[in-house]
């Protein structure tokens, strides 16, 4: 990225500084094409996870006759409250059932579209707080046969599940490159061939006319190498998982009461969410930040904010629980050090808050 600070032009001006901005967009676009399995021009750049899933959901019900939205309730507030925003002129949001781990019921989604009102159903690969794997090729295999659009949230997936399109079977996927060590700011909104909705942000007529605006040729290289390199941290996901399952089991035998969320379940091998009992999640982040260690209680676009976790929530945890959550992501550059030190944190930690809890 810092040799793409010499490129300065337009990428879509026809002289020759244009012409070299236009090489980087167009190498990128290959690039993350190649992660999905898809051909370029069904890659559409956006400013990240969030317009793009903004994008999936207003061009959907734009292009629908129907003005219903079939979601999970542990989706990020990103599909969420854009769900409420597209649907508050007459239409309505529909949430599925999910058990304790948050998988989603498959039965309760067929019946939802069996209705025959539905524009889109939207339900994300990887949950970014519990790890948790949503039937992806089941959902969309029901989608199908009900002629509705399937959108996948997929920010928590590349790099850490395979994202082939045609084995997923979405029409729209949503990508985030700063989850995959890219620069922040920058996304994709992936399109299944033949998919078409109308332009979220008009404009120039860039990105197909699907998204206008000049292209962040900067960002977007980083975006492309990011996309290329993904395909060795998917290959090292093996090892991440060692580390977090070494780390889940130091961690419940300091206490039988402590749970890992989804634990029975499917997951992604890159996060952990625990539930500390009589701990405030908000004290084991600082607390831990002390520590050195950056953990993270909830989901990181919300945990800025003191309240108990949605997602925890909607799997049935009661509110006072939900507060009680500890999110550990580990990352391609995590080391079996990194998971001592975290261990060792924890511990201390652990018994600090005890501690302080017994005597107030």
């Given at each position: 990225m810092t040799d793409l600070l010499e490129v300065g032009g337009n990428a879509s001006s026809t002289h020759s500084f244009g012409q070299d901005a236009r090489m980087v967009v167009d190498g990128a676009r290959r690039q993350v094409a190649q992660l999905f399995d898809v051909r370029p021009e069904q890659v559409v750049f956006t400013s990240g996870g969030t317009e793009s899933n903004n994008m999936a959901i207003f061009g959907a019900l734009a292009a629908s006759a129907h003005k219903r939205i079939v979601t999970s309730p542990t989706e990020h507030h990103a599909v969420l409250h854009a769900a409420t925003a597209a649907t508050q002129n007459g239409g309505r949001v529909s949430a599925l059932k999910v058990d304790r781990n948050g998988l989603i019921d498959l039965t309760h989604l067929r019946a939802l579209l069996a209705e025959g009102d539905v524009a889109l159903v939207s339900v994300m690969a990887v949950n970014n707080e519990t790890g948790l794997l949503q039937p992806v090729a089941d959902i969309a295999a029901a989608c199908r046969a009900a002629g509705v659009l399937y959108h996948v949230d997929a920010v928590q997936a590349p790099g850490k599940i395979p994202t082939r399109l045609a084995d997923w079977g979405a029409d729209m996927v949503s990508v985030s490159f700063h989850k995959l060590g890219g620069p922040k700011g920058v996304g994709a909104l992936i399109f299944r061939a033949g998919v078409n909705i109308p332009a979220f942000i008009h404009g120039g007529g860039q990105e197909r006319g699907r998204r206008g605006g000049t292209e962040n040729t900067l960002a977007i290289g980083g975006a492309g190498l990011a996309a290329e390199l993904a395909a060795e941290s998917l290959a090292d996901m093996p090892r991440l998982k060692r580390l977090r399952d070494t780390v889940e089991g130091a961690v419940k035998r300091l206490s039988n009461e402590i749970e890992i969320v989804a634990e029975g379940a499917e997951r992604a091998g890159h996060v952990s969410c625990f539930i500390l009992p009589g701990i405030a999640g908000d004290s084991a982040v600082m607390a831990m930040d002390m520590e050195g260690v950056a953990v993270s209680s909830g989901s990181a676009c919300s945990s800025g904010r003191v309240t108990p976790s949605h997602v925890l929530m909607a799997q049935g945890y009661p509110e006072?629980?939900?507060?009680?959550?500890?999110?550990?992501?580990?990352?391609?550059?995590?080391?079996?050090?990194?998971?001592?030190?975290?261990?060792?944190?924890?511990?201390?930690?652990?018994?600090?808050?005890?501690?302080?809890?017994?005597?107030?």
């Open positions: 006072e629980v939900a507060k009680c959550s500890l999110r550990v992501s580990w990352g391609w550059n995590n080391t079996e050090a990194d998971a001592d030190t975290f261990v060792q944190a924890f511990t201390k930690v652990w018994h600090r808050l005890n501690k302080e809890n017994t005597r107030n």
